[in-house]
C-alpha cells in the first residue's frame, strides 16, 4: 500500500485525543489533532477515575471532530492505533475500548502503540532528526535514550520522580494549577537571584525528590526566586547528564521530546550543550511535545508496515509498559 490513513488514539493520562495522518512511504501528513485534556482544580493532582470519566465524556466529540476536520468518513482509515502504556490503568481503558469497538466494527486493523515510543517517532517525523540522542522529558519520563539494534537503550533516568512531576507537583504547592510548567517557566523569568539547591546526579541518571523539597522552602522567601532556581538546577542536572552521554555515544543529533521540551531555557541550555560538542539540535514543535494523538497514530502506521495488526484477544493495556522492552522492526 502506498498511502495508509492511520487514526490514533491517546489516553494514557490528562489528554484524551484523537489523530488522523496519512503516510506516504516515509512521509506522514497529520490531517487532523483534536484534543481535549482534563484539568484538575487549582493545587491539585490528577485523579485517575475522574480523568477517566472526563475522557468517556469526551470520546465521541473528539473522534468525531477529528474525523471531521480531517475531511475523511471512518470508512476510508487503514489501521487504527492506540496507547496501550505507559499510564494510568482507568485512562488507559478508555482510549483502548474506542478503539478496540472501531476496530472490531467496521473490521479496521488495530496496533497497541508505546506511548513514549509515540513521543520519540512524532518528533523525528516533525524534526527530520534521523539518529538522535533522545532526552524525553514529560509528566510521565525522564529518560535519555538512544537506539541499537531493535530497541531503544536507556543512558539514564530519574531515580525517583520525574522532571514534569517535579515542576507539577512544585507547582502546585504553590496554587498554580496543573501542569504548572509554563507558569513555573513564566515567574523563573521574573528572577535572576539564585539560590542555591540539591544538586543529585548519580551516575547519569538524577534524583529529582530532594530539589523539590528544598525549592518548597525558598518558595516561602520569593516564588519567583524559587521558580528560577529549580529551573536552573534541575535543568543543569539534566544538561550535565546529556553532555556525557553525547560525549560517550558521539552522537551528531539530540532530540528532546515531551511536556517539558516546550521550556525555552531548558532548550537554550541543551543547545550551549551541542554547540560544545558538534550536534545538532532538535526540539519537537511546541504543539506536539505534550500527549497527543498524533504520537500514537504515527508510530501505529510506522508498525503497520512491517507488521499485521493484532487480533481483539491480544489488544491490552499495560500501566508500566517501558519502552526499552519493545522492539522495533520499522
Ligand atoms: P506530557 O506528559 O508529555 O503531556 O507533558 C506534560 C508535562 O509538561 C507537565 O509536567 C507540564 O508541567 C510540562 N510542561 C508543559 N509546558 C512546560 C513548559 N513551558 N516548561 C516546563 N514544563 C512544561
Ligand atoms: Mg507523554
Redesign the pocket.
Known sequence: MDNVLGLGIEST?H?FSCAVIEKNKKDGRILSDIRHIYRPADGQGIHPREASRHHVEHSSTVLSECIREAGITIHDIDIVSYAAGPGLGPCLRIGAIVARSLSSFYNIPIYPVNHAIG?IELGKLLTGATNPMVLLV???HTMLLAFLNYQWRVFGETLDITL??L??QFGRSMGFAS????N??ELARTSSNYVPLPYSVKGNDVSFSGLLSATKSVAARSKADACYSLQETAFAMTSEVVERALSFTQKRELMIV???A??RRLSEMLRDVCRRHGSKFFAVPLQY???CGSQICWTGLLESQVKPGVSLENTFVTQSWRLDSVRIDY
Request: proline share 4%; net charge negative; hydrophobic share 25%.
Open positions: 493520562a489528554t513521543h514529560s509528566g510521565g514534569g512531576q515542576l507539577d501542569p504548572c510548567g509554563q513555573i517557566e515531551g511536556g517539558v516546550a521550556n511535545a505534550g500527549d
